[in-house]
C-alpha cells in the first residue's frame, strides 16, 4: 500500500515509483536499510513489477480506493491546495507573507 499523506484532515495515498543507481554495494545496503526501517514496500533488483500479480491487484485496488474517493467528493482542487499552502508559508513566517 502507498503510504498515507496528510493533507489537512484527509489522508492521500501517495505512489511513486524511482528508480535508483547506488554505486557500490553499501550505498545500496544503507539505501534498503532506510527503506525498510520506514516501513516502505519496495521492489529490488530485477523485480518485473508489470508481470507481479500481488503489485498490480494492490496498485488497481489503490485506484480504485482513489476513484471511490474524487467520486465521493474527497478531494482538493487545485485552487484549494494553493491556499493551503499559502496559509501554511504564512504561519511558519509568523504571519508574514514572504
Not at 557500490?24 to 536499510?33: M, P, R
Not at 516502505?40 to 474517493?69: C, P
Amino acid at each position: 500500500m502507498a503510504a498515507p499523506f496528510c493533507f489537512g484532515r484527509k489522508f492521500v495515498n501517495l505512489i511513486m515509483t524511482i528508480q535508483v543507481y547506488t554505486n557500490t554495494e553499501q550505498d545500496e545496503k544503507v539505501l534498503l536499510e532506510f527503506l525498510e526501517s520506514h516501513h516502505y514496500n519496495y521492489k529490488s533488483g530485477d523485480d518485473d513489477l508489470m508481470n507481479d500479480q500481488e503489485f498490480l491487484d494492490e496498485y488497481n485496488r489503490e485506484i480504485e480506493e482513489s476513484e471511490a474517493q474524487i467520486d465521493a467528493g474527497e478531494f482538493y482542487t487545485h485552487e484549494e491546495v494553493k491556499q493551503f499552502l499559502a496559509d501554511k508559508k504564512k504561519r511558519r513566517n509568523g504571519g508574514h507573507v514572504v
